[in-house]
């Protein structure tokens, strides 16, 4: 058994109905385009993010996220991997550092440091640890948008991953969240 035999790795990511978590210039606005969600509803985010006690991204995730303000992420602990930044801003090496590790070496150092649930963000980091069979499940937002083309969230395979549907609920604005739990 290995340390990351004790770490749960989750996805909790928007889509348009089309497959695509960004634009493909990175651009997001349309996820908030649409019709608002009911006031003090935020399709479970809150309690899932409290439940996870470390994320990790991709460099364009990261680089999106930067210019959001404030730091949506608090002082929870972020990992970005990346081959090719360097540094992390000034204002966030307290919570943020930079891994050049694979999927498979980054979820053992993880759990070897005592995290246990991991939040995966990111396109390209979200396919990296699915190929690597490393996702446990996902909840994925579709947004009834069709973007035509951009940033998809999932890509090639070399094999099918099998998913069991955990459950389902649909907003009146259209989103409709579903999650998966990933067939062993």
Do not use: C
């Amino acid at each position: 058994m290995t340390a990351s035999d004790k770490i749960k790795v989750s996805v909790f990511m928007a889509k348009s109905l089309d497959g695509f978590i960004a634009r493909a210039d990175g651009d997001v606005a349309w996820l908030h385009a649409g019709d608002p969600l009911p006031e003090g509803d935020d399709a479970g985010y809150a309690a899932f993010f409290g439940s996870i006690d470390v994320m990790v991204m991709g460099r364009g995730a990261f680089e999106k996220v930067l210019t959001f303000e404030p730091w949506p992420y608090g002082d929870k602990p972020v990992v970005v991997m990346s081959q090719s930044l360097t540094e992390v801003p000034e204002a966030l090496r307290a919570t943020v550092r930079l891994d050049r590790s694979s999927p498979a070496e980054l979820v053992d150092k993880l759990a070897q440091k005592g995290f246990r649930h991991v939040y995966l963000d990111g396109g390209r980091v979200i396919q990296s640890f699915l190929r690597a069979g490393l996702v446990d499940d996902m909840t994925l937002t579709t947004i009834p948008v069709l973007l035509g083309n951009g940033i998809p969230l999932f890509g090639a395979l070399e094999a099918d991953i099998r998913l069991k549907h955990a459950r389902t609920q649909a907003w009146d604005n259209g989103m409709v969240q579903t999650t998966y739990v990933v067939a062993l």
